[in-house]
């Protein structure tokens, strides 16, 4: 079979998307790829089809051992030969897996890297067929990035090993300098380099102030996102637990995820958001990879993360399957403090400090700009973004901004004539003259700034100095209690130089409006059919075992709502109605549809 007929028989789909066929067609022609792709782009096609077009099997070297087993059984829905070999196997299975790839009947094995560098795995490679090597996750290969693996620095044995076998090698995250690295010790200096832009169209991008942090989310999750799947993250471990416990008892179906959770708990969590639907996991960054569920539909931060590719990449894990997603976050001057402490607590040199202390201004930037956070972001990653994106919040709700020069002189002679050491509430204190017991006790009613800003209220002069730090004019002094410091780029602007626009924040109530056109309400579907179609899909993968979206994506059962077909031809018509899908299917689906339409 050819690629484009695998495409459509076996995976349902109509035509490739840019650039998987010129992948595909290299890989089939025995050259090596590396491909970097944004999440949700549809990768895994890129190695799955000529895996299957090519003679042999296909391995998969994948970091996740978690997932191999829902990816292979993914595969098998569609009538694909898949199998994965990890250390949860028992034995019996395991060598009957090994039995089927030196006899020809598989077309794809996934393997975590540890397990194909065993001197065992390697004989039994070189005694099978192989159609091709795909190494997914290939940042992992760096030691520049968060997720480095010591096992796949051993991976260039493959070009050494099996000169023949071409290898694909894939990731959504790189840098340049990454990027580098993963030719570099994948030995795939002379692949063909496949780049597909960072942009993520499907999720939404909104950052709002800090006010009441709970009912912010609350607000958010019932406006938008009833009974959908989605991640909260928070920094520390204490604050997951709470507001999982608290969103429980507001109606959701909220659980924790931390490091510090006991390891049955943890993974019990982590398999409940994985299998069921609609669960909402808040944790600590250290949920996240790995977690290849592709209707997460949400992705909340309550804290500021360090830098923007953690932004992103976080973000990131919502709608993987192309659907519309949110990414949606809080914050405030109290993240930036704390997050500064916390760098310079930190182990690591000065430079480590230094190149850190830029990425988080970088990621303040993206907070407090007044333009497109789209064009931000693919800007970051040194991306032309083209023309403004039109739904992330400062697009829909476009940002006023002021002139803040008198002001913000204020704020900055205010920290200076206090002596560069308090902290936001105090100078906020002087700046409006309040006589606190602090002001006496510092003598600070005698200073020619008491009372100068009574112009403004105590939250727009929290909003200057956030904004003031956040460009870059005040710092936040560690060692103490969150002092400010004026900073040598403030000169200019005390000295009159310089003037300063400073964004207008918008209340809480400010921002209702818009939601986000969701799956499938919005969308002049009978809501009806599509539970009753979403409860077919819970039985079907209940009975097996399997979670919903294996089944089908939401993708395809929106389409069934939608078109409501009557046949079987119709039915195969479907976007992920593959040949082994409508047999097994195609009868159970289209007789809720012809229920829902006597009823
Ligand atoms: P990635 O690995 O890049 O994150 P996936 O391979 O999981 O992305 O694909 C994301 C989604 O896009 C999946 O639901 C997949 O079935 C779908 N998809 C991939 N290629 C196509 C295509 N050519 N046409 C329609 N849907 C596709
Ligand atoms: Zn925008």
């Known amino acids: 079979m050819n690629p484009l007929a695998v495409l459509r028989n076996t995976f349902g789909f109509d035509a490739f998307r840019e650039p998987q066929e010129d992948i595909i067609n290299a890989l089939v022609a025995g050259q090596d790829a590396l491909v970097l792709m944004p999440t949700g782009r549809g990768k895994s096609l890129c190695f799955q089809i000529p895996a299957i077009v090519r003679p042999g099997c296909g391995i998969v070297i994948s970091p996740l051992i978690a997932l191999m087993q829902n990816q292979t059984r993914a595969l098998q829905q569609l009538g694909v030969r898949a199998a994965f070999l990890n250390s949860t196997l028992d034995p019996a299975t395991a060598a009957g897996i ?116 709970s009912k912010q989310l609350l607000q958010f999750l019932r406006r938008e996102h009833q009974g959908d799947a989605g991640i909260v993250y928070c920094l520390s471990r204490k604050k997951t637990e709470d507001t999982a416990s608290w969103l429980r008892e507001q109606g959701f179906n909220a659980l924790p995820y931390h490091a510090g959770l006991d390891p049955g708990t943890r993974e019990a969590n982590q398999d409940h958001f994985l299998q069921a639907e609609g669960v909402i996991i808040v944790a600590t960054i250290a949920f996240g990879m790995g977690i290849d569920k592709p209707d997460v539909r949400f992705v909340a931060h309550l804290d500021l993360p360090k830098t923007i590719e953690s932004y992103y990449q976080e973000t990131g894990r919502a709608g993987r399957d192309g659907e519309p997603a949110n990414a949606w976050m809080v914050y405030g001057l109290q993240d930036v403090i704390k997050l500064r402490q916390m760098l310079e607590g930190s182990e690591g040199s000065e430079e480590y400090k230094r190149i850190e202390q830029h990425r988080l201004n970088a990621m303040l930037g993206l907070c407090e700009i007044t333009t497109c956070r789209r064009q931000a972001l693919l800007a970051y990653f040194g991306e032309d973004s083209g023309p403004h994106c039109g739904h992330c919040d400062t697009c829909l709700y476009p940002v006023d901004t002021w002139d803040a020069t008198e002001a913000a002189r204020k704020a900055l002679s205010t920290v200076y004539r206090t002596g560069q050491r308090f902290g936001v509430n105090h100078l906020v204190d002087v700046l409006l003259g309040k006589e606190t017991e602090k002001i006496f006790q510092f003598d600070h009613h005698q200073l020619p700034v008491f009372g100068i800003g009574r112009e403004l209220d105590a939250n727009r002069w929290k909003s200057v100095f956030r904004q003031l730090v956040a460009r870059g004019l005040l710092s936040v002094d560690l060692a103490g209690y969150g002092g400010l410091k004026l900073e040598e780029k403030c000169r200019p602007l005390l000295r009159g130089d310089e003037t300063i626009a400073l964004r207008q924040d918008v209340g809480q109530s400010g921002r209702t409006g818009k939601r986000l056109t969701k799956t499938p309400l919005d969308a002049h579907i009978d809501v009806g059919l599509w539970e009753a179609l979403r409860e077919k899909r819970r039985q079907l993968a209940e009975h097996q075992g399997v979670p919903p979206y294996v089944i089908f994506h939401d993708a395809t059962l929106r389409a069934m709502a939608e078109e409501q077909p009557r046949t079987l031809e119709a039915f195969a018509s479907l976007p992920g109605v593959g040949t082994r899908k409508l047999d097994k299917y195609g009868e159970a689906f289209l007789g809720v549809i012809a229920d829902s339409g006597t009823a």
């Open 98 to 213: 090994e039995a089927a790839l030196e006899a020809e009947e598989l077309d794809l094995l996934y393997l975590a890297p540890e397990r194909l560098t065993q001197a065992r795995t390697l004989d039994l490679l070189r005694r099978s067929r192989i159609s091709l090597f795909a190494i997914d996750e290939a940042h992992c290969v760096s030691q520049w990035g968060h997720d480095f693996r010591a096992d796949y620095l051993q991976l260039d044995l493959l070009a050494r090993d099996f000169p023949q076998v071409p290898r694909i090698a894939l990731t959504a995250t790189a840098d340049a300098r990454t990027q580098e690295d993963i030719a570099l010790r994948l030995q795939l200096q002379d692949a063909q380099k496949y780049v597909v832009g960072f942009d993520r169209p499907n999720i939404r991008y909104q950052i709002a102030l800090k006010q009441n942090p």
